[in-house]
């Protein structure tokens, strides 16, 4: 009765269903997009041409069996602009080789400008050393026992945040970062699949005082925002700008102050608030106790106060734990739930071997990836009213109003190893409906001729 009320409702009231459409992920076509997919890599911070590990039939596994359909691919400032002014076109070449092992599967690229404890040389890993306040940090301050992003605390690393986001003073510094992302906006503005650029990882504005009051997130994050994304639109009108609010607490779930971010030309925003969820007692380490349930809840109705205000689709750019945290896979299947509920899109930290990853140094699955393992609605052909897929029944439900202008299929990823007797389909609200499974990339394909049906997809083991 819900059900048909809202259908109603969608079907008289046309501008509703516009308004909320602009708040997903399009394709070309005009699908309405989810993602999943994996950071990579970890590994790429310290390797010494600041590769990720992957070889192509990794990404190849990762398209034919995990149902992955994105990468949040990490890239660094200090790797492309090692030198003031100079571009390490070896490595940009080295990029885009690996960019082109997921685009010609289909598959979506974000850029991910990493950058943990500012940069190379004086904290992590992200800006180059020349960039940085300081010469390189000869002693660090911060035991190294301690959790790695404490040393956001050494004083040398304060001022090269601190430095880097006063603009009037320091210019150089983000006309060079402004630059540094012109030049790749430059190189693949003209690949479909790559799907958006996430302007910076984790922001942080130095001093944490004044970070958690708001006034980094009010004023320097948000007055950076506004010149780089204009720059970023004078060469890609297309591509989607992923922005980050500060990382320091709106990671464990405090509220973000950011104000409205805009895109250029105002009028067609293709903006994706992109944030972290790493719940405290995960982040230092510990189980997923009963008295942390309500801490998952909590940090998405942090996001949701803040998308009434940027109006943009979610995606959690990063979250992830230890399979040997008890109950890991609770944490996952609250964090998803949650996620479908809001078509949140996703991407795991880490694809990395062991530790957090879903695959061991020997390519063997963790019990991480079971849990990554799901059926999901990749591309709608129209409007995507609900999805959800329980773990434990491996039962997936879909509804959404078709359009019959778009030309293209929905696409529902349905990963083999889930349903080793094959799966049962039933599809209702529409006739005539027909489906293809592509057995190779493990996807569901579902045409519906009619226009502005209230469609059902339901899936179930045999
Ligand atoms: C972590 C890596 C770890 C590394 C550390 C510093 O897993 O091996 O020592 O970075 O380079 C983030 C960051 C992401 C972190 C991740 C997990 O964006 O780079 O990776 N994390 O700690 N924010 C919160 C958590």
Not at 317 to 323: A, D, R
Not at 445 to 450: P, R
């Amino acid at each position: 009765m819900r059900k048909s009320l809202l259908f109603l409702f969608i079907l008289l009231v046309p501008d509703i269903t516009r308004a909320q459409s602009t708040t997903a992920i399009k394709d070309a076509l005009g699908r309405e997009l989810i993602l999943h997919g994996l950071n990579t890599s970890g590994s790429a911070k310290s390797d010494t041409a600041h590769m990720p590990w992957i070889k192509e039939s990794d990404v190849e596994r990762e398209h034919t069996q995990f149902g992955f359909n994105t990468v949040r691919l990490l890239i660094f400032w200090g790797a492309i602009e090692p030198e003031e002014g100079v571009y390490n076109e070896h490595y940009l070449a080295e990029v885009k080789k690996r960019v082109e092992w997921y685009t010609s599967r289909h598959m979506y690229v974000i850029f991910d400008m990493h950058q943990d404890v500012f940069g190379y040389g004086i904290g992590d890993n992200g800006a180059p050393p020349w960039a940085a306040a300081h010469d390189a940090v000869i002693k660090h301050l911060i035991p190294n026992k301690w959790p790695w992003w404490m040393k956001n605390l050494e004083p040398k690393i304060i001022k090269s945040y601190v430095q880097f986001f006063t603009y009037k003073k320091h210019k150089n510094r983000q006309q060079h970062y402004i630059a540094c992302w012109q030049k790749v906006a430059g190189m693949f503005k003209d690949n479909p699949y790559v799907i958006g650029y996430d302007l910076m990882n984790e922001p942080h504005g130095g001093r944490v005082i004044k970070t958690l009051a708001g006034g980094f997130e009010r004023r320097q994050l948000s007055a950076m925002y506004k010149r780089l994304i204009p720059a970023i639109r004078a060469i890609d009108t297309t591509h989607y700008i992923f922005f980050e609010p500060r990382s320091f607490g709106v990671n464990f779930g405090m509220s973000s102050h950011l104000p409205k971010v805009y895109d250029t030309p105002a009028g067609h925003p293709k903006l994706v608030y992109s944030a972290h969820c790493y719940l405290k007692f995960v982040d230092i380490g510990g189980d997923y106790k009963p008295k942390h349930v309500k801490e998952m809840p909590h940090w998405f109705a942090a996001r949701d106060r803040e998308l009434k205000k940027q109006q943009c689709p979610l995606m959690i750019g990063e979250f992830g734990l230890s399979p040997k945290k008890k109950d890991f896979d609770a944490y996952l299947h609250d964090l998803f739930r949650l996620a479908d509920e809001r078509h949140a899109s996703w991407s795991y930290w880490s694809n990395d071997h062991g530790g957090w990853s879903p695959l061991k140094p020997d390519g063997a699955p963790t019990p991480i990836l079971q849990e990554l393992l799901r059926v999901y609605p990749q591309a709608t052909a129209g409007h995507l009213l609900s999805y959800s897929y329980d773990p434990a029944l491996k039962a997936f439900e879909m509804e959404f109003v078709s359009d019959s202008s778009i030309k293209g299929n929905t696409e529902i990823a349905v990963p083999r190893s889930l349903f080793p007797n094959g799966y049962k389909l039933v599809v209702t609200g529409t006739t005539p409906w027909a489906s293809q499974a592509d057995d190779r990339t493990n996807t569901l394909k579902i045409s519906v001729t009619e226009n502005r049906a209230h469609v059902v997809v339901k899936l179930s083991p045999e």
